[in-house]
């Protein structure tokens, strides 16, 4: 096409050029081809500038390989180093220096976050290696990453295990280990579990994972501290050099509030880190009472089991109705559970602003169920499926007890109703039917959290499932958890105030910014945000901070920042319409000393990621035979780019001045000849 078109802007430019020189060679002139030649040029110009086509035009550019030196910027690095300091900072200068001409380097450091400043300090209080390396992939997905040289000494106190960390992006990780790897003689407590808030008068769990290295055969206790007083012991028996075990007490919260408790684990002789033989935590035991109304279209096992799982928690507060008559005293209670019970247009109506958890059965009524929430519709009836659960992995809206894969492995099936399910907004399931073999998208277990929660069972039949927990492990752990986490997350307690200050959480450990909010809402409900709101935040010593509120949206929001540990409390003013407004709180800062829990290198780590990514391993001593595997990995390599653009000749501008130019040029040459 190109050659045509250019074929066609010459036989039009050679047309009238030959015309004027015919006419020309016949006259008095100097020069007479000269005229010929700026009318071929004329029209040859103007002809392609009318047609106007697109020329492409390539434009090749070379991207050098990045390499992303992710450095360990912790405080364990400071001593995993020591005296070496120096001389590390020295080979890895000469390394940036080497591959300057090959490759892009890209520093970053990181603890808890990924940053490109202060990249020697290690003075960051965790260290969160998947978290570094995924956002390595998110900022740097669309570039040419060769590597990625990941200099720590292994040890990970927060996120991911980096080994199982989904990068999406393949690259190879050059693992270069820093720090000692021999086990020294340790005992420590690798993690505590325990709920953050419990009512008073309530028992409940604390466990407890402890280590040892280099101690088999050596016998010592565990002990709980709860104000200054130890109130439990249990014996930690040793059989082996790398021993772990899971220990478990069981605590009544009788003191509300705040409750500090501390586990403790004796100093062993040549242990060189005591540090992580005591750790503290914190427990909110809180006196609120939940009242829980259960309606049963009739007596069934079904509401023995769920009265059982929330009676022996003396927060909750239950009451039975089998009538099906709409209690005067509803609006009382903090959650309604409809047990195949969908009812009377007035029971409908008294539900419209509660929470409810609805168990379906074959006496459910789905036609005035599908009109009572937006939770799911189900459109059948008929015989019920015998549908198995199928835990939902991705499930998070509350902690699922620990060994609930197992237990629900083995659970008989609910009796579900048969028919076509359709799940509403927001939703999300916690388990699936599984009719047979087959695991369907159908909801069997299912939450809709907003300004009203709710949750839907699918099906009759939990009790069944009581029993076999009991018959395979002597208990109902799991089954009762799974009932009374639905009826907490459900029975919230809606916040009426119309100024409120609250917190994500009240316990923070010390690396954790502390983050506040503050609602404020005129005479019809609605957010506002136009007074100035002010808060003060007090420490266990009296010393009072004084802050402003940020404006946010329709809300307030304030960052603090990093506290030390301790117990503070806040008073938030505000004054709006003539009226002053206060609201009043508390939260705690934990010390946890994440990078002193463990103080030796963790090289197999390091070793294993190197390995499953296609990298290599180096340590210290070995760092600057880096260069040479680089230059080995055949992956690694330039990316050329090619760009292919089209330019259109009619936004040349300058052709225009041109063409104006030669006709200006053969008319003076005319005037000029007397032609």
């Not at 001389?87 to 990924?114: I, R």
């Not at 502390?514 to 005479?523: F, G």
């Amino acid at each position: 096409m190109d050659f045509l078109y250019w074929l066609l802007c010459i036989l039009i430019g050679i047309i009238p050029a030959w015309l004027v020189f015919r006419s020309d060679r016949k006259k008095n002139i100097s020069i007479k081809w000269l005229p010929a030649i700026l009318r071929f040029l004329t029209f040859f110009l103007t002809a392609a500038l009318l047609f106007a086509p697109a020329f492409s035009t390539t434009k090749t550019e070379e991207e050098k390989p990045l390499l992303i030196w992710l450095q360990d910027n912790s405080s364990s690095i400071k001593g995993a180093l020591g005296k070496d300091s120096v001389a590390y900072l020295t080979k890895t200068n000469s390394l940036w220096n080497s591959w300057k001409d090959n490759y892009t380097v890209v520093p970053m450091a990181f603890g808890s976050d990924l940053n490109k400043d202060s990249l020697y300090h290690f003075n960051k209080s965790g260290t969160d290696i998947a978290n570094a390396l995924q956002q390595v992939v998110s900022q740097y997905q669309d570039r040419n990453i060769g590597a990625v040289i990941l200099a720590s000494d292994g040890v990970f106190n927060e996120g991911l295990n980096p080994l199982f960390a989904p990068l999406g992006n393949s690259f190879p990780i050059y693992s270069l280990a820093l720090g000692d790897s021999t086990l020294p003689v340790d005992l420590s407590i690798s993690h505590i579990y325990a709920n953050k808030s419990v009512a008073l008068n309530s028992k409940f769990e604390i466990i407890v994972d402890v280590r040892a290295e280099k101690l088999a055969d050596k016998t010592t206790a565990l002990s709980l501290v709860h104000n200054g007083s130890t109130i439990n012991t249990t014996p930690v028996k040793i059989n082996k050099d790398r021993f772990t075990t899971t220990l478990r007490f069981e605590v009544k919260a009788d003191v509300k509030g705040f409750q500090r408790y501390t586990v403790l684990l004796p100093v062993q002789t040549d242990e060189p880190n005591v540090t992580n033989n005591r750790m503290d935590f914190f427990v909110n035991v809180i006196d609120e009472e939940t009242k829980v109304l259960i309606m049963a279209a009739a007596p069934h096992p079904d509401v023995a089991a769920i009265k059982d799982a929330l009676i022996n928690v003396p927060q909750y507060k239950v009451s039975v109705d089998v009538t099906g008559n709409v209690p005067a005293d509803i609006a009382n209670y903090n959650l309604v559970v409809l047990h195949q019970v969908t009812g009377s247009p007035a029971l409908q109506k008294a539900l419209e602003q509660m929470p409810v958890w609805f168990i379906l059965g074959n006496q459910t009524n789905l036609t005035a169920f599908n009109q009572m929430q937006s939770v799911m519709k189900i459109n059948g009836g008929g015989n019920p499926n015998p549908a198995l659960p199928e835990l939902n992995a991705t499930f998070n809206y509350f902690s699922l007890p620990v060994s609930i894969k197992d237990v629900i492995a083995r659970m008989p099936p609910l009796q579900a109703p048969y028919g076509n399910y359709a799940t509403g907004a927001g939703t999300q399931v916690l388990m699936q039917q599984k009719i047979g073999s087959v695991v369907t998208n159908y909801p069997l277990w299912i939450f809709q959290t907003g300004a009203v929660p709710h949750a839907v069972l699918c099906g009759e039949g939990i009790w069944r499932w009581r029993l076999y927990e009991y018959k395979n492990s002597g208990k109902h752990e799991v089954v009762d958890e799974l009932i009374r986490q639905t009826v907490s997350l459900l029975s919230v307690k809606k916040d009426n105030r119309s100024f409120k200050v609250f917190m994500d959480k009240y316990i923070l450990s010390d690396n954790e910014s502390v983050r506040l909010y503050a609602e404020l809402r005129n005479d019809n409900g609605e957010l506002i945000n136009t007074p100035e709101v002010s808060i003060t935040i007090t420490d266990s010593l009296k010393h009072a901070l004084k802050y402003k509120f940020e404006k946010d949206d329709n809300s307030y929001m304030l960052n603090v920042g990093l506290l030390a540990p301790g117990n503070y409390s806040y008073t938030g003013n505000v004054n709006y319409n003539g009226r002053s407004y206060v609201s009043e709180g508390s939260f705690i800062v934990e010390s946890v000393p994440l990078e002193q829990l463990r103080t030796y290198a963790d090289f197999d780590l390091m070793y294993k990621l190197s390995k499953q990514s296609g990298g290599s391993f180096f340590t210290f001593n070995t760092m600057l035979s880096i260069t040479d595997s680089l230059k080995q990995n055949a992956l690694i390599k330039p990316v050329i780019h090619t760009e292919k653009t089209f330019v259109s000749l009619i936004d040349k501008r300058w052709l225009f001045i041109i063409i104006l130019l030669i006709v200006a040029t053969e008319w003076l040459l005319r005037k000029y000849w007397n032609l």
